[in-house]
């Protein structure tokens, strides 16, 4: 079945450090691997992502890898900052059934330290 | 220009009622798909709605049904609650087939 799922619940980071936040998939079918960041009280909001027959892809301060090998996507985050501490998620995107469906990992909380 | 919208912000329901909650689109967009995320998982795919159908299901019983209108606003219908259904309720919005969809801030519903 289909599963995305995230290596550690917990991230903590100090300021102006890089960050790398990890994530398995299970599903080989999906077009796109997505990112998203979620705030206290609001909802998951896009940050990048990355087309199924790429391995990289570079966004401001964010960079995404994609491992088709072992079914591994990360998001790295640089010089993170103390509005980068949020909820990150993985997605992927299947296109089965007509519709842009996503599936969610359970998420991986970043703290950021002064 | 507004981005999604729902309502209400937040819900309070007993077991067994029954609840609606409201979702309007980013200006443009056409297709509305609905989450349930309970507290400290990600968010579950329940349905998709495009061209006032239902298009795409996720693993959910039929007491959860929705709707779109005309002007590709949607609700999210959720009969006969449970505890179990206490989670935040969020729609994303999108055009037909775009990778990106855009998230509104969701409706807290607790059940008691």
């Known amino acids: 079945g289909e599963s995305v799922g995230l290596h550690l619940p917990t991230l903590s980071v100090q300021e102006g450090d890089n960050s790398i936040i990890n994530c398995a998939y299970s599903n080989s079918a999906s077009d796109y691997f997505i990112w998203y960041k979620q705030e206290s009280g609001k909802g998951p909001q896009f940050i990048i992502d990355i087309r199924s027959n790429m391995d990289k892809r570079q966004g401001q301060r964010v960079t995404v890898l994609l491992n088709k090998t072992v079914k591994h996507l990360s998001l790295q985050i640089a010089a993170t900052q103390p509005g980068d501490s949020a909820v990150y998620f993985c997605?992927?995107?299947?296109?089965?059934?007509?519709?842009?469906?996503?599936?969610f990992g359970t998420g991986t909380q970043l703290k950021v330290e002064l | 220009d507004a981005g999604v919208t729902q309502s209400p912000t937040h819900l309070i329901k007993t077991r067994g009622q029954q609840v609606t909650l409201r979702c309007s689109p980013k200006s443009g967009h056409d297709t509305v798909s609905w989450y349930q995320q309970a507290l400290g998982q990600g968010p579950q795919f329940i349905f998709q709605y495009y061209e006032e159908e239902e298009r795409q299901r996720g693993n959910f019983p039929d007491r959860f049904s929705g709707h779109q209108f005309p002007n590709y606003s949607s609700e999210l219908n959720v009969n006969a609650l449970l505890l179990g259904d206490s989670a935040l309720y969020l729609c994303?919005?999108?055009?037909?087939?775009?990778?990106?969809?855009?998230f509104g801030p969701g409706t807290r519903l607790t059940v008691t």
């Open positions: 997605a992927e995107r299947g296109l089965t059934g007509g519709g842009n469906k996503l599936t």
């Open positions: 994303a919005s999108s055009l037909q087939g775009a990778r990106e969809q855009y």
